[in-house]
């Protein structure tokens, strides 16, 4: 009898475990739904708030001057010619016996102002090694150092998460943004028609965007952004995209949609008009290059679509939790690929250094549209922007392999020599007004694409080899007209350095064309000089 008691009892309570189960998840998920409602409500509260704000009189504004790149007279390349100043080179023992190598004289070319450079190079045997003497010249640079602070990168999010409706049938409509095609729902529930830019006008048609279908257009949108990894410009160049495909390039339709879609992601933005078109103005957390801007509650507004205009009145309404736009580029944006045919570029001096590599051409495109920008309007700070940002898979999985394998055994100094000789060799020099028509600088993808490059394009791919493959600390070094590295070698070195904080960063130039590391460039005024630290 107790045998019979003891299992019916037991069964007695799975039952009211597994009801109590049942229960607390069926309360779970209605209050799981109510919150989400509540965020929702709490969203669509705060829009509605905006568009009331938006009907107001817009104050008119007049635009600042854009912030102009000083304007410098560049430095041409040299070549080193100087090869008895050189450290002593020796081969290893052989036998038991040292065979001194002797360094051939570099020849330059006569006039190198506005034609490639083409060095001929002597190349050396991969066995000889650098007799280190623990000198060289310490350079006191007078203008100082600039530290820039890592940025937490934090992409902006919607006030409230945004709740899709799987209810609503919703055709997916297509679109390609620097070669890759992206899918939104999105039909002619989101069409509308704008009949003027006045404030009534551009709020009744907001009033329409409040409705479902343009929940699940967000959603998607924001879906992209997190599956493609993009930053805040992709995202931006994507939904820009997205509305004048559908709406029709650069309408009035379209830059509201632009907005609405930008504002409920959670980025800062302000409407303006100037009687006859509708603007959408862009606050940043970096100061744009060569574009004027409206101030607005002490930050700088930007015009990135469309004509600029020196006046025009703009609604200030403000929306919860709007965060400005970062230009930094944080992680590997997942472009689709369309690799180009390879190049392969070859060091002078170590011949076997000679590597193949595909770009991604979208990701190229994508460059092309990135706006130049400063910090603290420090103009030497936009180089960091371009050298800090993470290097494409295309590098990363296929070169840099093939680089790792022939420098490894080589100690930093050697390794250092390798790299050096690679960027100063295995490229064209040109002046960027030349080839551009003004300055520009590269991310390293765009130097190892672009047929030219000049001191800064090849500074900073340098930087992006030696932190990324050897592990070591650099610099960059800017002189009036001319940028140069360092890097913190770890180990006794020759040669010219830079003391930061205690640590010796020795010189390298890879626009001194044959020189060594620890080399500086002839005429470079020191007492200008800054040093710009970057992140490894």
Known sequence: ?????????????????????????????????????????????????????????????????????PKEKPVPPVVYT???????LRLKKINGKEIAVKIPKLTPKDKIDKK?????????DDSVTIDIKDGGRALSLGGGVIRLKKEIYKQPVPVSPIKQDLTIDTPEFSFDVFGTECEVRIGDDCRFTLKSVKSNDVADALQKMMATPFDNLLHDCLQIREERQLSDWAYFEMLSSLVDNFYGKDTNEATLALAFLYMQSGYK???????????????????????????????????LRGPETKRMSICQAKFPKESSLSLVIPTQQKWDVDLQKERVITSRRYPDFSFGVRLNKNLINFYDTYPTSTLNNDFMTRWAMYANAPMAEE???????????????????????RLLNWVQTG???????????????????????????????????????????????????????????????????????????????????????????????????????KLILLEK
């Open 82 to 88: 100087k090869p008895d100043t050189l450290p002593e």
């Open 269 to 303: 933005m302000r409407l303006g008009e100037d009687g006859t078109r509708l603007y959408m103005l862009m606050s940043s957390r970096h100061s744009i290059v060569g574009k004027s801007y409206f101030p607005i509650d002490g930050e700088n507004y930007y015009v």
């Open 395 to 417: 590098v990363t999985k296929e070169l840099y392999p093939q680089m790792k394998a022939k420098l490894k055994g080589l100690s930093n100094l050697e390794a250092m020599e």
């Open 116 to 124: 490639p450079v083409d060095v001929p190079v002597t190349p050396l």
């Open 1 to 69: 009898m107790v045998r019979r008691i003891i299992p019916l009892f037991l069964l007695t309570f799975v039952w009211n475990v597994e009801a109590g189960a049942q229960n607390y998840k069926q309360e779970f998920d209605e209050f799981r739904k109510e919150a989400l409602k509540e965020y929702e409500d709490f969203r669509k509260e705060c829009l509605q708030e905006y568009i009331d704000f938006l009907r107001a009189p817009w104050p008119k504004k007049e635009s600042e001057k854009p912030i102009v790149a």
């Open 427 to 529: 490229f064209v020099y040109k002046y960027d007004n030349e080839v551009w028509g003004d300055d520009r600088a590269f991310f390293g993808e765009e130097t190892l694409f672009y047929p030219y490059c000049d001191c800064e394009d090849r500074s900073i791919l340098l930087s992006h080899l030696v932190r990324e493959l050897l592990g070591l600390d650099t610099v960059l070094i800017y002189y009036p007209g001319h940028l140069a590295m360092a890097v913190d070698l770890a180990e006794a070195s020759d040669g010219d350095y830079v003391l930061l904080d205690g640590r010796r960063f020795t010189v390298c130039d890879p626009t001194y064309i044959g020189a060594r590391v620890g080399k500086t460039m002839p005429n470079m005024d020191n007492s200008q000089a």
